[in-house]
């Protein structure tokens, strides 16, 4: 194959989320049958709960199907979370698969060394019936990471370089090399993965390697493909980039590709809300180093702070060890697992005029409520930090933060 190809591949999973409800082509016309009834999950997690009637007719028919068509494999409220996190802590990602998503940041599986794309209702119904789907073949640029984060810096702060260097790369793929993945983690790796979304990439995959079968192996999985590239592979380009020069960094408004700075150079900033969350940084580490730098501090009282664990276990876990109550006793709400404020579609919209800083997936004009807002994107600590001092702030102004 080669750059510009049309391929047709079969799935391994399906994954049909809950905002599917909102489209009439699934509603109104549902599949008859399926290819295969054990390779499709259901999982509930952008409107969670419904904040609105339309949105809970839409999914009280999903509920409907799912038993018509005798879908086992389903998460409703309170059972899953955002369905990236959910599936990779559930051992449903794992290398060499191919997953068909409803949602745009599906990119995020590429962390397991495996393909998922985020397509459209229509399209995603017809991969229901027959377990096939196509791609476009695109070219690929090499990333190869070196070092380790150091200080406050985090993987989020990683994308961030990434993306103001490489701009916006629409029908490309990233391929992920080098002597510093090693050093990532698999949460710091969904977070890049995840986060590729915003440059328009296609896929964005990281090798194989023994961090990640390590991963899987621990969720139960134990035969799989890993893929790496051919010795001859041919790339359109290559990015180095060394972790350990990467600072806090902080996208600007209204956009991702090209459009950052280190957060030192914007401090001061004022912001009326915080939010902490989403599929990409809704992770266990980011209730943590919340928890850290709120610990014995109130949330500045003309700021706002939300935080979203990414999964039912996230919650239940960051309960047992003290994040979540630490963060509350701060001032802050935590909700339930949902994509809920990151997408806009409720649990703290903004208001006109306002400004915000996130760790959450977007900042595009209207993305979390009003379009005269303004959305800064950032990672967890430096949102935690902000919060405490009302403005935008580099996690290593507020003592102990580091």
Known sequence: MEPGDIVTVSVDRVILLDIAGQHPELIQNPPARVFDPSKISVVFDHFVPAPNVEMANGTAKIRKLVKRLNLNDFYDYGSGGIAHAFAAESGWFYPGQIVANTDSHSVAAGAFNMLSRGLGTPELMQVMCTGKTWFAVGETLKVDLSGKLSGMSEAKDVFLKMAGDLGDMPNMNIEFAGDGVMALNMDQRTVISTMCAELSVEFAVFPGDEVLRSYVQERGVQEYSPVSPDPSAS?????????????????????????????????????????????????????????????????????????????????????ELGYIPTIVKAGAIVTNPTCGSCMGGHMGLLADGETAITSTTRNFKGRMGSRDARIYMASSATVAASAVAGEIVSPSSIPGGS
């Open 235 to 319: 790339y359109a380009g290559a990015y180095q980039l060394d972790m350990s020069e990467v600072v806090p960094m902080a996208a600007l408004p209204d956009s991702v590709a090209g459009n950052t700075r280190p957060v030192d150079d914007i401090q001061g900033i004022k912001v009326d809300q915080c939010t902490i969350g989403s599929c990409a940084n809704g992770k266990l580490s980011d209730l943590e180093v919340a928890a850290r730098i709120l610990k014995g501090r109130k949330v500045h009282p003309g700021t706002r702070l939300i935080v979203t664990p990414a999964t039912q276990s996230i919650y239940l876990r960051g309960m």
